[in-house]
């Protein structure tokens, strides 16, 4: 099976500018998860989709938004970026059938200039 | 809310002697899971081992062992015969029920040939 695939691996954009980052999980994966990785603050939870459906939020601003299709490919959206949004975006999957253990992707480098 | 304590920020071993990172976490259930990712310089959160709650046996995978203390809330990981392949950054991770995975700050490992 292939992994969790992510793109783009680097983005570099400018304060004020919109992202929209890709995550495909497993197949046969229907929960991913969105994790913010930075050196300060560690692995923090964005948000996790499951069947279409957000299922679980952390405490993000509204500017962080997802969504996720029915192909169970999921879409991470920051808008207005911040220079404080620089960071490594993870996303995992999951198949909720089993124990449950998230497999990730390589994430994706954002920075803001 | 559940949390995860990794209280070493930065620990250091010699090739092929043994080292145990720290992992202790907070929690009001009966039935969960623990896991300890890897985290190389590529940025791939690896899975290495993972724990059910309601086993008492201690997870082995190959050289990386846990000694799981359910009473204490402690799940520390040791790795026997370290390899210059283990230098990473070491994630322990609880979940639970429909929760998402709930990440320790991490354990920067080095080894030193």
């Known amino acids: 099976k292939a992994g969790v695939t992510q793109t783009p691996r680097y983005l570099i954009k400018t304060r004020g500018q919109q992202v929209t980052l890709s995550c495909s999980p497993i197949?046969?994966?229907?929960?991913v998860s969105w994790y913010q990785q930075t050196p300060g603050q560690g692995l923090q939870f964005l948000f996790e989709?499951?069947?279409?459906?957000?299922?679980n939020k952390g405490n993000f601003p509204g500017r962080f938004s997802g969504r996720q299709f029915s192909n169970s490919r999921s879409e991470m959206n920051v808008s207005t970026l911040e220079l404080g949004d620089s960071a490594l975006y993870l996303c995992?999957?999951?198949?909720?059938?089993?124990?449950?253990?998230?497999?990730f992707g390589q994430g994706t480098r954002l920075t803001v200039v | 809310a559940q949390t995860v304590t990794q209280s070493q920020p930065e620990m250091s071993v010699q090739e092929a002697e043994t080292v145990t990172l720290s992992c202790t976490y907070d929690?009001?259930?009966?039935?969960?899971?623990l896991f300890w990712y890897k985290q190389p310089p590529s940025r791939q959160m690896i899975l290495v081992i993972r724990q059910e709650a309601y086993k008492q046996q201690n997870a082995t995978e190959n050289r990386f062992s846990v000694n799981f203390q359910k009473a204490a809330k402690s799940f520390s990981l040791k790795i026997s015969d370290s390899q210059l392949g283990d230098a990473a950054m070491y994630f322990c991770?609880?979940?639970?029920?429909?929760?998402?995975?709930?990440f320790g700050k991490g354990t920067r490992l080095s080894v030193i040939a």
């Open positions: 989709y499951f069947s279409e459906t957000q299922r």
């Open positions: 929690t009001s259930e009966s039935d969960y899971y």
């Open positions: 197949s046969g994966h229907r929960s």
């Open positions: 995992a999957s999951r198949d909720l059938t089993g124990i449950a253990e998230a497999f």
């Open positions: 991770a609880y979940h639970s029920g429909n929760t998402p995975l709930v």
